[in-house]
């Protein structure tokens, strides 16, 4: 499926929060354990991709160990999703359980220290370049 941005349907845009000092495979890891989860059982295209890492100090990453789940670790990840496409329940619960497997699988995240939080917006918020909005017809584009 191709990116149609009229229709909402274009890979959400992740923000991966963790502590500082993993490795780049670890990194990779994450984002490519983290893209097969959004593909299989999110409905995004397997060609759109957009990550960003931030990795924190001790001080920079607060995070309650047993609120609402955990025990977390010191592994604790904060996976912040924005999608122009609303998802229904069922699609969020079949994506929460996929990833946490695949996290898990790679690079050995324990579902314990995974939090996913999904905030979705209306296709107009976003342009994907040249400072064109999303929601503009292509040919309105040019």
Known sequence: MACQPANGECQPFVRISLLAGKSPDYLKAIS???????????EV?????????????PNEL???????????SEDFILIHITTGKPRTLQVKQRFY???V??????PGIRPEDV???IASSTFEEWSFSSGICAATPSQEAA
């Open 115 to 117: 939090m996913i939080v």
């Open 32 to 42: 490519d354990s983290l893209h097969q989860a959004l593909v299989e059982s999110f």
């Open 101 to 106: 497997e695949r996290l898990a699988a790679a």
């Open 62 to 72: 607060v995070f309650d160990r047993d609120y609402l789940g955990g025990p977390r």
């Open 45 to 57: 295209p397997e060609k759109d991709r957009f990550q960003v890492f931030h990795q924190h100090q």
């Open 97 to 99: 359980r996929r990833l």
